[in-house]
Structure formats: structure tokens, C-alpha cells
């Protein structure tokens, strides 16, 4: 392992769950992780158990497959999403069906890589993953924007007492501009020339002020009001 993979965050290790019903990879997958400086706190080979045990033990981020005994993993990635917004969950599937990723996006995953990725592409993955940066498996990120586009085309319902829009700064809607266009945190911190945390408050503040709980639904408010375009 190099000792890139070996760092952790300054406050503390990433607290991680891995979810597979093989026994052999979960327990390689874990491993990986944990030599690679994770903080590997529980496992899980099926859905109850999954759901069950990422509520014991508060996970940062849940490596989750799709295929499972029990309850299937889009439906312990919503539940569990819905119950802990500040969840981030990185499907690890054998699947690159189009409809899988696009229903394991839209139950809340953060990101979603094929089992044939390397160590390094999972342990940079989840790091991504724990900041709520999107990781997708080469090909899939435009997949996942198009969906994003799609929701979007959609109309969401509106409150006949809906609140007036609350102002985002300049600084909130040129990142949030820059988020519906796809680009990740570090990009946008790239871009703007500002750093990667303070990109991940800006989201977090604009997330607070329009009352939004995931990348998914801002994408989403940001396309509806055409920034993706600006």
C-alpha cells in the first residue's frame, strides 16, 4: 500500500461498513480497507442485518452490494439514507446494468463502482465517498448526470404555502452552478481556486438554506432553474 492510501482525516479515521453476502469478499474488502488507514466498523451479509447494524454503529460511509439476501441493497440504501441524511453510500457491485446504477442513484448513493475496480480505486473512492463527492465507474458519471436531467425535466410537486426562495451568496450559486454541471469538489475547488473544504460548506450551507438533504436533490434544483446552462 502506498502511504497516500495509508492517511486518515486529520479529526479521525473514516468509519466505514462493508455489505456483501460472499463472506470471502467482504472480508478482502474490509481488510483492504482497514490496512488502507479505514476505520472498519462493522459488516453485514445480508439486508436486515445491514440495516440493523449501520444504525448500531453510525458508519461514515457504507461500501454496500446490491445483490443481498433479505432485503435488496437499494432498499437498505434508502431506508437507511432516509433515517441518516449524513450517510454516504458507495455501491460496490459485479452489475454496470444502466438500470442498476440509475436505481441505486436515485435510492441515495453517493457512488457506485464496479467490483473490478483496484484497492486504490476503492480506497480513493470511499475517500471521495466520506467528503460526499459522487464516484462513478468510468462511463457511468454521464449516465448519472442524464438522470440527474431527467428528474429534473420533471415537475416537483409545489406547496400552495411554499416559502420564498431563500438567498443563496454569490460565491453558494457559482459552486451550486458548478455542481449541476457535474464537476466534483475537487474540480470545483480547482476551478474556483478556493479549497476543497470550503467548497464542501458551501454545499453544506446551500443544502441548510434550501432545505435539500443530498447531491441528488440539489442537481436537481440547480437544473430546474437552468444553472447548469449559465
Given at each position: 500500500?502506498?502511504?497516500?492510501?495509508?492517511?486518515?482525516?486529520?479529526?479521525r479515521?473514516?468509519?466505514?461498513?462493508?455489505v456483501?453476502d460472499?463472506?470471502?469478499?467482504?472480508?478482502?474488502v474490509?481488510?483492504?480497507?482497514s490496512?488502507?488507514?479505514?476505520?472498519v466498523?462493522?459488516?453485514?451479509?445480508?439486508?436486515p442485518?445491514a440495516?440493523?447494524?449501520?444504525?448500531?454503529?453510525?458508519?461514515?460511509v457504507?461500501v454496500?452490494?446490491?445483490?443481498?439476501?433479505?432485503?435488496?441493497?437499494v432498499?437498505?440504501?434508502?431506508?437507511?439514507?432516509?433515517?441518516?441524511?449524513?450517510?454516504?453510500?458507495?455501491?460496490?457491485?459485479?452489475s454496470?446494468?444502466?438500470?442498476?446504477?440509475?436505481?441505486?442513484?436515485k435510492?441515495?448513493a453517493?457512488?457506485y463502482?464496479?467490483?473490478?475496480a483496484?484497492t486504490?480505486?476503492?480506497t480513493?473512492?470511499v475517500?471521495?465517498?466520506?467528503?460526499?463527492?459522487?464516484?462513478?465507474?468510468?462511463?457511468?458519471?454521464?449516465?448519472v448526470?442524464?438522470e440527474?436531467?431527467?428528474l429534473?425535466?420533471d415537475?416537483?410537486?409545489?406547496?400552495?404555502?411554499?416559502?420564498k426562495a431563500?438567498q443563496?451568496?454569490?460565491?453558494?450559486?457559482?459552486?451550486l452552478?458548478?455542481?449541476?454541471?457535474g464537476?466534483?469538489?475537487?474540480?470545483?475547488?480547482?476551478?474556483l481556486?478556493?479549497?476543497?473544504?470550503?467548497?464542501?460548506?458551501?454545499?453544506?450551507?446551500?443544502?441548510?438554506?434550501?432545505q435539500?438533504?443530498?447531491?441528488?436533490e440539489?442537481?436537481?434544483y440547480?437544473?430546474?432553474?437552468?444553472?447548469?446552462d449559465?
Amino acid at each position: 500500500m502506498s502511504t497516500e492510501n495509508t492517511q486518515v482525516t486529520k479529526e479521525r479515521a473514516i468509519r466505514v461498513m462493508v455489505v456483501d453476502d460472499h463472506p470471502m469478499w467482504r472480508d478482502a474488502v474490509a481488510r483492504d480497507l482497514s490496512e488502507s488507514g479505514f476505520d472498519v466498523v462493522a459488516t453485514a451479509g445480508d439486508g436486515p442485518q445491514a440495516v440493523r447494524r449501520a444504525k448500531a454503529v453510525t458508519p461514515d460511509v457504507l461500501v454496500l452490494d446490491l445483490n443481498l439476501p433479505g432485503m435488496p441493497g437499494v432498499q437498505v440504501c434508502k431506508e437507511l439514507v432516509g433515517s441518516h441524511p449524513g450517510l454516504r453510500v458507495l455501491v460496490l457491485s459485479a452489475s454496470g446494468e444502466h438500470a442498476d446504477v440509475l436505481e441505486a442513484v436515485k435510492s441515495g448513493a453517493t457512488g457506485y463502482l464496479l467490483k473490478s475496480a483496484s484497492t486504490q480505486e476503492l480506497t480513493e473512492a470511499v475517500r471521495s465517498t466520506a467528503v460526499g463527492d459522487p464516484v462513478f465507474t468510468p462511463g457511468l458519471a454521464g449516465l448519472v448526470l442524464g438522470e440527474y436531467r431527467r428528474l429534473a425535466s420533471d415537475p416537483a410537486p409545489v406547496a400552495s404555502d411554499e416559502p420564498k426562495a431563500p438567498q443563496l451568496t454569490e460565491r453558494e450559486t457559482e459552486v451550486l452552478r458548478l455542481v449541476a454541471k457535474g464537476l466534483s469538489y475537487k474540480q470545483i475547488a480547482e476551478r474556483l481556486v478556493i479549497s476543497h473544504r470550503t467548497v464542501q460548506n458551501h454545499v453544506q450551507n446551500t443544502l441548510g438554506k434550501l432545505q435539500l438533504h443530498n447531491r441528488v436533490e440539489l442537481v436537481r434544483y440547480a437544473i430546474e432553474r437552468g444553472l447548469d446552462d449559465a
